[in-house]
């Protein structure tokens, strides 16, 4: 029986995870966690049973904890409670699904823990990479990529000689603007920017896709994944969103993993790694496919991925700014405060602002957000 603790449950991979449970008889979920959907929650617990659960807002925890006085659930809240959910002693796979630079704390204390991480968090990486990946090797913890691109990378360098691979090939869908000027996107409303051409995704992730500063978020995580140089990382826009990823070899050969678009895959394959069980779902049918295209991404008109290698490649407390910037401002464009194209020029102005700190500590990552927060609510109060 393989436990496993669920940060981020009521989100779409949380709920996605769960789903991916209930068809593996030999998972139990041993522990769960959420921001404040106590509703959510309830049904959790009372469909799996969890030892521990954590509600991060404290009001809402309180709330759980009454109603489900009759389950012997131990409920906890904050900060505190999500590194306890996280570093849980029985637990064996920590599926880090939760939104934002939130992850960070919990995800180094889990690996402190000896805890396999599936990791759908990709903040975490982002801003601390050079803190995750070396507390990983320090404890022989696997890092176990959930998203999508990282995943099918991971599974073309499976059995492969890593040294041996050229470049990564990370493949985008464009987003529903993909062909878009900027002068296009002015007007664009927060429903069409919520309209994904081919996943189902939490908001938060989606409008990042609108941006293709997901994309650039990628990059970076990538670059710590599979230590590679950013010249090394080459973004290619693959609108059927079939082929999740490639690696070209030093002989010239690729590499590509292929499926229909589907979260489910990469989740479950994190948790059975290295075996692969049936998953039920739609296949992709080569006779009925008439073509797969490909083309460069437009830097210049979506020019959070161009910032996303900047910062990547100017490194230090960098990433951690155009992160921070970033969940800043589609929580404002979310609110309907700003424009859509706000977010990018949002993220270039916390950039150009910033004086870098090299290597940073787990402390000086929580202080530059911290900062970018306080220099972009200046800006936009003015």
Request: net charge negative; proline share 3%.
């Amino acid at each position: 029986m393989k436990n496993i603790a669920v940060l981020g449950s009521t989100g779409s991979i949380g709920t996605q995870t769960l789903e991916v449970v209930r068809n593996n008889k030999d998972f139990n979920i041993d522990v769960l966690a959420a921001g404040s959907n106590v509703e959510a929650l309830e049904k959790q617990i009372r469909e799996f049973s969890p030892r521990l659960v954590c509600v991060y807002e404290e009001s809402s925890a309180r709330e759980l904890k009454d109603r489900v006085r009759d389950s012997d659930v131990k409920i906890v809240w904050g900060m505190e409670g999500l590194i306890e959910a996280a570093a849980f002693e029985t637990t064996d796979t920590v599926v880090t699904a939760m939104v934002g630079m939130i992850g960070i704390r919990p995800t180094i204390e889990a690996i402190k823990m000896n805890k396999n991480i599936a990791l759908a968090n990709k903040e975490t990486l982002v801003t601390a990479g050079h803190i995750i990946m070396a507390l990983a090797k320090e404890h022989n913890v696997k890092i176990l990529p959930v998203d999508s691109e990282h995943s099918a990378i991971f599974q073309c360098l499976n059995g492969e000689n890593e040294k041996q691979a050229d470049k990564i090939l990370l493949t985008a869908s464009g987003g529903p603007f993909r062909g878009k000027t900027r002068e296009e996107m002015a007007d664009v409303t927060v429903e069409q920017a919520l309209k994904h051409p081919n996943w189902a995704m939490g908001k938060k992730i989606t409008i990042d896709s609108a941006t293709m500063v997901n994309k650039g978020l990628e990059v970076i995580e990538a670059r710590w994944l599979f230590d590679v140089d950013f010249d090394n990382i080459t973004v290619v826009v693959q609108p059927q969103s079939l082929i999740h990823s490639m690696v070209q070899f030093t002989d010239g050969a690729i590499m590509a993993q292929l499926g229909t678009p589907d979260m489910k895959l990469p989740i479950q394959y994190a948790l059975t790694y290295p075996d692969r069980r049936y998953l039920k779902g739609e296949r992709v049918d080569f006779n009925k496919l008439s073509c797969i295209t490909f083309s460069a991404p437009d830097m210049e008109n979506f020019k959070g991925l161009k910032l996303a290698y900047d910062a990547g490649r100017r490194g230090g407390t960098m990433p951690t700014v155009f992160n921070a910037a970033n969940e800043l401002a589609v929580s404002l464009f979310l609110d309907r405060k700003i424009g859509f194209l706000d977010i990018a020029d949002t993220i270039e102005y916390a950039m150009s602002m910033h004086k870098v700190k090299e290597t940073p500590k787990l402390e000086d990552i929580l202080m530059t957000e911290r900062e970018v927060y306080d220099i972009l609510s200046q800006r936009i109060h003015k």
